[in-house]
């Protein structure tokens, strides 16, 4: 279902929301009635502004209220500072303004997030705002949307239509999505926190790409996606890694710009992130404005909840109050991102000499001592992401599950263990392999090679290409011998025999590849030609990869295939075959 836009008529409702300060309860209050279309509003009707004057070419700042000159440092100093670092190149123009895509729940948090955005912008219609920061104008274009979970039955509702009428007030272009409509597109999804949070992730990343492209924008035009999560959550976010479990270089909270998309210039912020949760409502208590309070965040239900109403206050009354526990934090945090950034450069020296492509799999060379490094181990926990294209994550407990079973079994040559998600890190030699058990079934088996029958002296020279002649038993009934390309793995007992060892008893296709000098991790791997003779496969020929790097390799014919080892008297048919491997 598409979003629901603000210039869409919206239905009038008679309630809405208004702050009891002696009860800190939210009461039912009459709200007045209005339709789009016979009312004009302005979205500089509210008091708040009255009270903040910005800096606009060099004129300084007055009566500015200081939640909101907090939000000011964040976005110009910190997130629009980065993003200018990141792509110097992109200017910000009337016609081409930095698109914000606000995410309002209609909460405290975003709701005081929504006014203190709107009060730092000047505005000559509602769709040309202008930024004052840093002594220059930034033309922007603000988009507000809305995620209804429909969990909480009428309270979801209330909680849109709060948010759908402030951005009405303010000539804000509004953007609902349902999950409903996930759902049904997605059937099986279970509601949880995880793949609501994924859910509102993807439609924010798609509606601001859809936003930008309407206005005809290009692939780097930067565009950002605004939450409004402040210090409390990002110290939750660390005490939620310890209790889950977390590397040592990852002990950290959030980032207050982080990118959205590989694929364009789109961009999480968080412009709330220095800002305590006390500060937020009594900024909102301040300026008398309306909020709506989600029951579900004081339940015991999801572990953020018990971090923040029952960890939270012990831990600040353990070490001696809030700044102590704020101090320590930041401490822990600051030493994890330098211990980061120093493992990161050596790193970058250990992949390259670890993992390389060895034609249909990124690999990881293990070193020659059992024991990994701590460099090591870390390039083993990138090599994961690197392998699964970012789709496999490798937990600490499972990084150190194969690197104990590396240490204590070093002569074990072969092994497996599940990582999650269907991803398996097998051992194969002196490597490992990453491996999807859900995609492995689907690979094509004959490895990008072509097989066709053809006159050899009329094939094409220029191409990878290899010339088999292969002599075929004649079968009564005149029925053409079937050929098949297949994997080793998946005829691990055929056996062969070459040429060069007629009279001698056949051998395992691991084996003759083994002597071949072929890599243990390869050898599952290799191609095979077979032949259907009685209803049973036979081995006709085999692919030896060359030891030699950038080396084409070469096919070995069956010695009962093989016209050199071939009785005179025999009754065959020969057939000349092309397999053709393909460059890509």
Not at 14 to 20: D, K
Not at 119 to 138: A, D, H, M, N, V
Not at 170 to 185: E, G
Request: contains cysteine.
């Amino acid at each position: 279902m598409a979003p629901c836009n603000s210039n869409n008529s919206i239905q009038s409702h008679n309630f809405c929301e208004t702050w009891n300060a002696e009860k800190s309860f939210h009461k039912p209050a009459p709200c007045r009635m209005f339709k789009r279309n016979s009312c004009s509003f302005h979205r500089r009707q509210s008091s708040l502004r009255s009270k903040v004057e910005i800096e606009v070419g060099g004129v300084s700042t007055k009566n500015i209220d200081g939640f909101i000159e907090n939000v000011r440092i964040s976005i110009c100093d910190e997130i629009l500072a980065q993003l200018s670092q990141k792509q110097p190149s992109v200017k910000f123009t009337v016609d081409s303004p930095l698109v914000i895509l606000l995410g309002v729940s209609g909460g405290c948090d975003s709701v005081a997030l929504f006014h203190s955005i709107l009060s730092l912008t000047k505005s000559s219609s509602p769709q040309r705002l202008e930024l004052p920061c840093q002594g220059r104008i930034i033309p922007c274009q603000l988009h507000v949307v809305h995620f209804d979970h429909q969990q909480r039955g009428k309270q979801s509702d209330h909680d849109r239509l709060l948010v759908e009428e402030l951005c009405k007030e303010h000539s804000i272009d509004f953007h609902n999505f349902y999950w409903s409509d996930f759902d049904i597109l997605h059937s099986g999804t279970v509601f949880s926190q995880e793949s609501a949070r994924n859910w509102r992730r993807t439609k924010s990343i798609e509606l601001l790409t859809d936003i930008i492209g309407s206005n005809g924008g290009c692939d780097e035009r930067q565009g950002l996606i605004c939450t409004a999560h402040h210090k409390d959550d990002s110290e939750e976010t660390m005490l939620l890694k310890l209790l889950r479990g977390v590397h040592i270089t990852n002990m950290s909270g959030m980032e207050i710009l982080q990118r959205a998309s590989q694929e364009s210039e789109l961009y999480f912020a968080k412009p709330m992130l220095h800002i305590r949760k006390k500060e937020i409502s009594d900024f909102l208590r301040r300026q008398k404005l309306q909020w709506r309070e989600d029951e579900s965040n004081t339940s015991g239900k999801y572990l953020r909840n018990r971090v923040r109403n029952e960890l939270m206050p012990l831990l600040n009354d353990l070490v001696g109050g809030q700044s102590v526990l704020e101090s320590r934090l930041q401490n822990m945090e600051e030493q994890s991102r330098k211990l980061k950034n120093d493992i990161s450069l050596r790193i970058d020296d250990q992949l390259s000499c670890s993992i390389y492509n060895d034609g249909s799999s990124t690999v990881f060379t293990l070193p020659d001592n059992a024991e990994l490094s701590a460099i090591e181990e870390e390039t083993l926990f990138r090599w994961v992401g690197i392998a699964s294209n970012s789709e496999a994550t490798l937990s600490y407990e499972k990084l150190k599950t194969i690197c104990q079973q590396i240490a204590a079994y070093p002569d074990r040559r072969q092994w497996k263990i599940g990582i999650g998600e269907s991803w398996d890190v097998i051992r194969n030699g002196t490597v490992l392999m990453l491996v999807n058990n859900l995609c492995s079934e689907d690979k094509s088996m004959d490895a990008g090679w072509t097989l066709s029958f053809d006159d050899i002296s009329s094939a094409d020279t220029e191409q990878l290409s290899h010339h088999l002649s292969i002599y075929a038993p004649i079968f009564s009934n005149c029925i053409e011998p079937k050929f098949i390309l297949d994997k080793v793995r998946e005829n691990e007992s055929l056996k062969f025999l070459p040429s060069w060892r007629k009279g001698s008893s056949e051998i395992k296709i691991k084996e003759f590849l083994r002597g071949q000098k072929v890599p243990l991790h390869r050898r599952e791997e290799a191609t095979i030609l077979c032949i259907k003779i009685d209803n049973a496969l036979k081995v006709v020929a085999v692919f030896v990869e060359s030891d030699a790097k950038g080396g084409i390799g070469r096919w070995v014919i069956h010695s009962n295939f093989d016209a050199t080892c071939l009785a005179k008297d025999a009754i065959l048919t020969r057939r000349d075959i092309v397999l053709t491997k393909s460059q890509t």
